[in-house]
């Protein structure tokens, strides 16, 4: 397995230092820039919207 950085560490890859945003890199799920803590959305690819999207749609659904 090839291991691809896409610059992840890369500050300017880091919207406010939260949000991972990366034209380059095409995965979805990304690890967070401290590992430990888990993984986070590439912002930059279009399908964490829907993703998004959904998760809030699930918790409104469950809260009512």
Sequence with gaps: MMKHDFDHGKYSNWKLGLFYFNKKDSRLFVPKRIKILGWTLNFANPLSYL???????LAFILSN
């Design 51 to 57: 993703v998004m999207g959904l998760i809030f749609l």
